[in-house]
């Protein structure tokens, strides 16, 4: 059986009493009882962010962080995701705001984080992937040719219609959702 690879906005800290979030809570120990890699995005930007995935080791669990650019950052967390689908998915379209270069950042990281993941995977791993930052990370991975097992799982509401479509890129969202 392959190992279980969590993939996710916030990874869980080497130092688990420093862990923020009830997935990193929720999901830790068993991730360390089992093997497994938990990849997700370092809480640090740089100027110029990373190309590597940062590895650190917790027991058994193996940590893999990206480090994004501050204006990386900005689009893909601060911008797409939480200034577009988050107020969307939670029916609050008069607190979204829609910007084509936010999507194409938002997208750029997922398929960026989409190769490294990619260069980790095993004969039989499952990937989960977790929630409204991450959407694009399955589309991608199967368009470099990840045949493994995917699943997704949206730890917030999901919209009405009329509030989905006012998401200019509704239909690459929902598309990227089905991979």
Avoid: C
């Amino acid at each position: 059986m392959g190992r279980l690879i969590v993939i996710s906005q916030r990874a869980p800290r080497p130092d688990p009493s420093k862990d923020a979030g009830g997935l990193v809570v929720a999901l830790r120990s068993t991730l360390e009882a089992e093997g497994g890699l938990w990849i997700g995005i370092a809480g640090e930007t740089t100027q110029t962010g990373g190309e590597t995935l940062e590895w650190q080791d917790a027991g058994g669990l193996r940590i893999g962080q990206l480090t994004l650019s501050h204006s990386e950052h900005a689009g893909q967390y601060l911008g797409f995701a939480n200034g577009t689908l988050w107020p969307v998915f939670h029916n609050r379209i008069d607190l979204s705001r829609y910007s084509s270069a936010e999507f194409a950042t938002y997208t750029a990281v997922a398929e960026r984080l989409a190769r490294l993941v990619a260069q980790e995977l095993r004969s039989g791993d499952t990937v989960w992937i977790h929630d409204y930052q991450m959407i694009p990370v399955a589309r991608a991975l199967r368009a470099l040719g990840v045949t493994a097992k995917i699943g997704f799982f949206l730890h917030i509401p999901w919209p009405s219609v009329d509030s989905f479509h006012t998401i200019p890129q509704h239909r690459q969202v929902i598309e990227d959702m089905a991979a």
